[in-house]
């Protein structure tokens, strides 16, 4: 059985993450080959070269290269995958027709958010409706996704993100990580996290609105922001210097593990406006980390997060709601048991394992199919 991957590229993203962790495991089974082809250079993940697999650079040179068709059609014809597993839906768009010339299977796996724009304004909605149709099958990471693109049922399959545990063990020692960030006053601090891109997607304004209203009465909060983007320097200006302590922004850091693992309470704010999530792996990385979570409601954030249960859905761009949330697990006795009950939800759930035999049973199902009619 042989897999081609095709990614626009490994950029700092869940579903990067996802398809590297995917890989690993199909690597350690040995029951798949598998080749990547990508078109883009920049690699966010070094870990990649460790699988020591064949990496194909597709590159277009215009937005309109037409040459990236027959450039993928000589890769499929010298390759011969049994399946070609695309992850976008750029991707999608040029991989059709080569996987119909030479009876390849495909997997249109590009349903990773909840489109809040159901119509051609929005790029990945439009292709979506255009590559549905030949799609063998459409895998999405959540329900909401597959449903908000009109996916159809018959040939649609959600397979939620599975982390990798072993990323959470041998992590480095947390007072260590506290006076790093914090200096020599770590004692009694209560620390809030959100990890996620400073893109116009994400709602950092309710964050620090949120940040700026609790410090005016909770001295031992301390606030810690993770990421990058075109908004940084606008969100980071938000906050007035005498908070510059006290609100932290970290950028994008390799360690994010060993942070998390400092936090109280993970927060993850959509802006609702403009986008709907996914399954983020955010929210998991929390998680796995036993810590509660606060979220925006709506998309594939409502089938991970039970209210009171593993933590708190708020409306979106309501900082009162999540004031008082964070309020809430301060003073609660339960802060600990939310956040154990997320860790154990994760462990069942949305774990490696899970999600890469849901994989593997779609890639022995796809090519047997081909190889009956091949």
């Known amino acids: 059985m042989k897999i081609l991957f095709f990614i626009n590229g490994i950029h700092p993203g869940g579903k990067e993450r996802r398809m590297i962790e995917l890989m690993k495991e199909l690597k350690i089974r040995q029951e798949a080959g598998f080749e990547l082809v990508v078109m883009n250079t920049e690699i966010n993940y070094p870990e ?18 037409l040459s990236i068709f027959r450039k993928f059609y000589k890769i499929c014809k010298e390759y011969k995958p049994d399946i070609v597993h695309c992850w976008d839906s750029m991707t999608a768009i040029y991989a059709i027709p080569v996987c119909k010339l030479l009876n390849i299977k495909l997997i249109n796996g590009m349903v990773v958010d909840t ?7 929005n790029k990945n909605w ?47 020692e947390p007072n260590s990580i506290r006076k790093e960030i914090f200096g020599d006053k770590i004692n009694d601090l209560f620390i809030i996290g959100m990890v996620a891109a400073f893109e116009v997607r994400k709602d950092y304004r309710t964050l620090i609105d949120a940040a700026i209203a609790l ?14 983007g075109t908004g940084f320097n606008e969100i980071k200006n938000m906050v007035p210097y005498s908070l510059s ?12 593990e060993s942070i998390i693992n400092i936090f109280d309470v993970g927060i993850l704010l959509t802006n609702a406006k403009v986008h709907g999530e996914g399954v983020s792996n955010s929210i998991l990385e929390y998680m796995a980390l036993g810590k509660p979570v606060i979220a ?13 249960e593993n933590g708190f859905l708020i409306d979106p761009n309501k900082k009162e709601q999540l004031v008082e949330k ?38 022995r199902k796809l090519s047997a199919e081909r190889k009956l009619i091949v």
């Open 115 to 121: 489109p809040v724009k159901k119509n051609i304004s």
């Open 296 to 308: 925006s409601r709506g998309g594939g954030t409502n089938e991970v997060i039970i209210e009171n």
């Open 215 to 228: 410090l005016s009465s909770e001295n031992n909060v301390r606030f810690i922001l993770i990421g990058d």
């Open 126 to 172: 439009l292709r979506a409706q255009l590559t549905f149709p030949f799609s063998n099958i459409v895998i999405g990471n959540s329900h909401s996704g597959l449903a908000a693109y009109n996916a159809p049922p018959k040939k649609s399959l959600c397979i939620y993100n599975g982390i990798d545990l072993n990323r959470f063990i041998n992590l480095k």
């Open 245 to 256: 302590n006290k609100i932290v922004f970290l950028g994008k850091r390799s360690n994010v």
């Open 48 to 65: 990649i070269f460790d699988l020591k697999i064949k990496i194909h650079y597709l590159i277009r040179k215009t937005k309109k290269d």
């Open 326 to 363: 964070i309020e809430l697990l301060m003073k609660s006795e339960n802060c600990k048991s939310i956040g154990q009950r997320g860790k154990e939800i994760v462990q069942e759930k949305f774990n490696l394992k899970t999600m890469a035999n849901n994989y593997s049973n779609i890639y």
